[in-house]
T-cell receptor, first 110, second 111 residues
Framework: DAGVIQSPRHEVTEMGQEVTLRCKPISGHDYLFWYRQTMMRGLELLIYFNNNVPIDDSGMPEDRFSAKMPNASFSTLKIQPSEPRDSAVYFC????????FGPGTRLLVL | GEDVEQSLFLSVREGDSSVINCTYTDSSSTYLYWYKQEPGAGLQLLTYIFSNMDMKQDQRLTVLLNKKDKHLSLRIADTQTGDSAIYFCAELPNRDDKIIFGKGTRLHILP
């Protein structure tokens, strides 16, 4: 298995632009998680899905953030409009018995 | 509430053993995990232990669980430069809940 796949790996954008991060979980995993990691706040859980249904989105910072999981093999995290304070590494993870992380998307908002 | 605590830094000489400690608060945790994050990379699952186990060994790694004290430790024998990373302790309160991560311990290897 290729593991959790995220794209893009790096994203540089200007403030106000829309950003879409993508994730393909490991086949057969029924949970999908989106995290954000910064030096200041560490690793934060944003939202997670079970069988494509959002279970807990209490970690989503603002209405500018939204996440979808239209099917078992794909999820997106969207930021619209983006702001410089959104700059971070965004990880997607999926789990069956144990949780595996993707390589992350490094987002820089100028 | 649920919380996982670990020290932020640890320095160890190459060849010595490293012991990274962690405490958690939820006694219903079913799984406890150690993840490793190398610079510029994602979190990699190192090992995990079921809550009904006291110890798990995997090559240079030894995980000890003291359920009474809610204390988890990771011992790395013969520490190498490649072990330099951030190590995250994490707990899963029950099968359907999200994993709770600590803030990570940065392991620095001294020559």
């Amino acid at each position: 298995d290729a593991g959790v796949i995220q794209s893009p790996r790096h994203e540089v954008t200007e403030m106000g632009q829309e950003v879409t991060l993508r994730c393909k979980p490991i086949s057969g995993h029924d949970y999908l998680f989106w995290y954000r990691q910064t030096m200041m706040r560490g690793l934060e859980l944003l939202i997670y899905f079970n069988n494509n249904v959002p279970i807990d989105d209490s970690g989503m910072p603002e209405d500018r953030f939204s996440a979808k999981m239209p099917n078992a093999s794909f999820s997106t995290l969207k930021i619209q409009p983006s702001e410089p304070r959104d700059s971070a590494v965004y990880f997607c993870a999926s789990s069956g018995e144990t949780q595996y992380f993707g390589p992350g998307t490094r987002l820089l908002v100028l | 509430g649920e919380d996982v605590e670990q020290s932020l830094f640890l320095s160890v000489r190459e060849g010595d053993s490293s012991v990274i400690n962690c405490t958690y608060t939820d006694s219903s945790s079913t799984y406890l995990y150690w993840y490793k994050q190398e610079p510029g990379a994602g979190l990699q699952l190192l090992t995990y232990i079921f809550s009904n186990m006291d110890m798990k060994q995997d090559q240079r790694l030894t995980v000890l669980l003291n359920k009474k004290d809610k204390h988890l430790s990771l011992r790395i024998a013969d520490t190498q430069t490649g072990d330099s990373a951030i190590y995250f302790c994490a707990e899963l309160p029950n099968r359907d809940d999200k994993i709770i991560f600590g803030k990570g311990t940065r392991l620095h290897i001294l020559p």
